[in-house]
C-alpha cells in the first residue's frame, strides 16, 4: 500500500480528545476540560428548528447559506460595530468556525506562504494552515504581557513569504482580551506588511471587560480582514455547527467555491434555528455571559488561593493558571490530577509550546462543580508536598 499524505500523517490529533477519551471512561470527574456550554440552547432556537422540520425545510440551501440569515447577519454586525457587508456577495455561512478557518486558509494560501500565530492558541490554528500546504509561525506570549501578543512581536517574524496573521480575542486558551488601542496598533503594522488578518471572533460576547472591538472596525482593517465568527459558544449551539464569515466579495467569492465543492452548504435546519438566535436570542445570550462571569471570579480567586497564579481572564470561559511552581510538567499535572482528585482540566502546552507550566481550566461548568473542583485542586497541590514551597513564594 502507498502511504497516506505526509501532512495528514505528521500533523498530530489533538491532545485535548486524547484527554477526554481517558475522561469518558472515568466516573464521578468534574471536567474543567471541555470548552463547550454547559447550558442547552435556549428552547425558542430549539422550537424554531422543531417549526421548519414541520414545515418540511429539508432542502440544499444556497452554496453562501439562506439570504434571510445573511441579511440577518449583516445587520446584526452592523448595529453591534457600525460594519457594513453586503448579504449577498460578502458573508458565507460555515459550518462552523472550523470550517470558516479552513476555507479562509485554503483561500489565501499558496504552498509554502507562512501565517503568524500567536500562542497559546486555539489547537486547529496551526493544522488548518499545514493543511493548506502553509507554514504556521508561532509567536510564544506570556503572562507579563497579559498573553497578547505585540505589534513588535509581529514586525520582528515578518518574512517576504509572510501571507496572515490568524488572531483570536477573547482567547481560547487564555481568556486574553485586548484594547482597541493595542489591536489597532497590530492592525497598523499588518497594514505595513500588506497581510491579511484572519480574526475569529467566536467569543465576542463573552466579554467582561471593557467592550469588545470587531478587528474590521479598525482603521485599515476592513479590506485585509477575513471576520469569522459564530453560534458555538454564545448561543450555546455548539452541536448545530452553524457560523459565518465576512469580508470581501473577492475573499468571500474564493471561500464559497471550496465550500461549494466540499461542503455544499450549512445544514438547514441549523440556518433556520440561526435565525431565530440572531434576531430575537440577546437577552439569553447575556444571562448566559452573567453566569459565566460569576463563575470566572470564583475560579480565578479559587486559584490563587491555591497558590496557582492565574491573571484575570477578560474574556471567553476559560482560566489559565500556572502550575510552575508544582514542578511538574502541565500533563503530569494535568494526568495526576486526572488520576488522584478526579478533576479533568488540559495540559497547557496542548496549545503551543508557551503554554508549558499552565494548565487551561474551563469555567463553563456549574458553580458548584468548580467549587468542588477547586477542594480536590487544593487537596492535590497539598499532597504533593510543594505547599512549604507554594507558601514560601508569599502565599500564606
Ligand atoms: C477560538 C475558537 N475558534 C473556533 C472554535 C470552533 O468553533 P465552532 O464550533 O464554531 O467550529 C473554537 C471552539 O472551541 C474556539 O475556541
Known sequence: ???????????????IRKFFDIVSQMDDVISLGVGEPDFVTPWRIREACIYSLEKGYTNYTSNYGLLEL????????????????????????????????????????????????PEPSYVSYKPCVLFAGG??????????SGFKVTPEQIAAAVTPRTKALLISYPSNPTGATISREELQAIVDVAREHDLFIISDEIYDRLTYEGHHTAVPELNGAYER???????????????????YAASTPDVIEAMMKIHQYTMLCAPIMSQMAAIEAIKNCGRECDEMAEEY????????????????????????FYAFPSIKKTGLTSEE??????????????????????????????????????????????????NLGVEGRLKAAGRE
Not at 477542594?375 to 497539598?382: A, I
Open 1 to 15: 500500500m502507498k502511504p497516506i499524505s505526509h501532512i495528514a500523517k505528521t500533523v498530530p490529533a489533538s491532545g
Open 70 to 117: 445573511r441579511k440577518h447577519i449583516s445587520t446584526y454586525l452592523n448595529e453591534r460595530w457600525g460594519l457594513h457587508y453586503n448579504p449577498e456577495n460578502q458573508i458565507l455561512v460555515t459550518v462552523g468556525v472550523s470550517e470558516g478557518l479552513d476555507l479562509a486558509m485554503r483561500a489565501i494560501l499558496n504552498p509554502g506562504e507562512e501565517v503568524l500565530i
Open 135 to 144: 507554514v504556521p509561525v508561532p509567536l510564544g506570549t506570556t503572562p507579563e
Open 225 to 243: 480582514t477575513i471576520l469569522l465568527n459564530g453560534f458555538s459558544k454564545a448561543y450555546a449551539m455548539t452541536g448545530w455547527r452553524i457560523a
Open 293 to 316: 462571569n460569576r463563575r470566572r471570579r470564583l475560579i480565578v480567586a479559587g486559584l490563587n488561593n491555591i497558590g496557582l497564579d492565574c491573571t484575570i481572564p477578560g474574556g471567553a
Open 333 to 382: 499535572f494535568s494526568e495526576r490530577l486526572l488520576f488522584e482528585e478526579k478533576v479533568a482540566v488540559v495540559p497547557g502546552n496542548a496549545f503551543g509550546e508557551c503554554g508549558e507550566g499552565y494548565i487551561r481550566c474551563s469555567y463553563a461548568t456549574g458553580i458548584d462543580q468548580i467549587k468542588i473542583a477547586l477542594e480536590r485542586m487544593e487537596r492535590f497541590v497539598e
